[in-house]
């Protein structure tokens, strides 16, 4: 038999450290690496699926089935210096630019008026 294991979350980043499916033994485990995206209450579901080799599934069907088994509410806080540095890095360019264009337009406007 086999079981796949998948973790889920559209507010998350997540990083599998093993294959999603595995032989059902003692041994398998399932790793992931999770990194919030958004602040706030966010959802992940853990997906587990099992395939057992040697059946033939009904026409029209993959021989899996999906069953969210597992869905918890995490609640993310963000602290402010990681907010602004993760805005500065990701906006930098816009920044950088709109700050040209009001120097520009502050010159112009100082060179008419004067």
Same mark, same amino acid.
């Given at each position: 038999?086999l079981?796949?294991?998948?973790?889920?979350?559209?507010s998350?980043?997540?990083?599998?450290?093993?294959?999603?499916?595995? =032989?059902?033994?003692?041994? !398998?485990?399932w790793? $992931?690496d999770v990194?919030?995206? #958004?602040?706030?209450?966010? %959802?992940?579901?853990?997906c587990?699926?099992?395939?057992?080799e040697?059946?033939?599934p009904?026409?029209?069907?993959?021989?899996?089935?999906?069953?969210?088994?597992?869905?918890?509410?995490?609640?993310?806080? =963000?602290?402010?210096g990681? !907010?602004?540095?993760? $805005?500065l890095?990701?906006?930098? #360019?816009?920044?950088?630019? %709109?700050g040209?264009?009001?120097?520009?337009?502050a010159?112009?406007w100082g060179?008419?008026?004067?």
């Open positions: 038999m079981m796949g294991v998948e973790l889920r979350g559209s998350f980043a997540i990083e599998a450290f093993s294959p999603p499916e595995q =032989v059902v033994a003692a041994t !398998a485990r790793e $992931f990194r919030p995206l #958004r602040a706030g209450l966010q %959802t992940l579901t853990l587990v699926s099992m395939r057992i040697g059946l033939a009904p026409p029209g069907a993959s021989g899996r089935i999906g069953v969210p088994v597992l869905e918890r509410q995490v609640r993310i806080r =963000v602290s402010v990681y !907010a602004t540095r993760t $805005f890095v990701s906006n930098w #360019r816009w920044l950088i630019g %709109t040209v264009a009001i120097a520009a337009a010159a112009a060179a008419i008026v004067h």
